[in-house]
T-cell receptor, first 112, second 115 residues
């Protein structure tokens, strides 16, 4: 069966510091991968999606970037965090024969 | 552009009573629609999905939803609420294709169960 992991589970970072969140999926090949953010007042919003290694599409302009160095690994990064980057970050995956993205447990990011 | 609207940010029902959570969609093409549930500090769990195969969709935990094109609605129901149903529920529509989903979510409905 497929599983999705995210780490860390929680993170507290000062403004201006870098960020790296990681997501990995097990039990499937060539999944579509997504980063969503859940933030107060902004709901659940798609940030990035990837259909393959090195292929990243951004949905909204922001202070963040994403990378997919391996088939089942998706990384969310920032060079300098802003207060507005605080939120709950959710990674998700889907594949061609399946309808309904599956979500990871999330990372709670607090920027201080 | 596709969107969903959830009416009622908070809904309270008594244990054993009917649960009804409302979702209306806007889409220029036949949509893929979903309901997800989120428990505190956890990720989202897929409850059910509409793919046009049947208008009444049954999901996990006794939930079901009916797709009504004439009303552009996809309301979530459960005949008898249980304390464990207390959570936040999100309706979503897919802007992508089958297997390549870019979900647009509603603002969510927090369900409280009264003992």
């Amino acid at each position: 069966s497929q599983t999705i992991h995210q780490w860390p589970a929680t993170l507290v970072q000062p403004v201006g510091s870098p960020l790296s969140l990681e997501c990995t999926v097990e039990g499937t090949s060539n999944p579509n991968l997504y980063w969503y953010r859940q933030a107060a007042g902004r709901g659940l919003q798609l940030l990035f999606y990837s259909v393959g290694i090195g292929q990243i599409s951004s949905e909204v302009p922001q202070n963040l970037s994403a990378s997919r160095p391996q088939d089942r690994q998706f990384i969310l990064s920032s060079k300098k965090l802003l207060l507005s980057d605080s939120g709950f970050y959710l990674c998700a995956w889907s594949e061609g024969q399946m309808l309904g993205s599956r979500f990871g447990p999330g990372t709670r990011l607090t920027v201080t | 552009a596709q969107s969903v609207t959830q009416l009622g940010s908070h809904v309270s029902v008594s244990e054993g009573a009917l649960v009804l959570l409302r979702c209306n969609y806007s889409s220029s093409v036949p949509p893929y629609l979903f309901w997800y549930v989120q428990y505190p500090n956890q990720g989202l769990q897929l409850l059910l999905k509409y793919t046009s195969a049947a208008t009444l969709v049954k999901g996990i935990n006794g939930f079901e939803a009916e797709f009504k094109k004439s009303e552009t609605s996809f309301h979530l129901t459960k005949p008898s609420a249980h304390m464990s149903d207390a959570a936040e529920y999100f309706c979503a529509v897919s802007r992508g294709s089958f297997g390549n989903e870019k979900l647009t979510f509603g603002t969510g409905t927090r369900l409280t169960i009264i003992p």
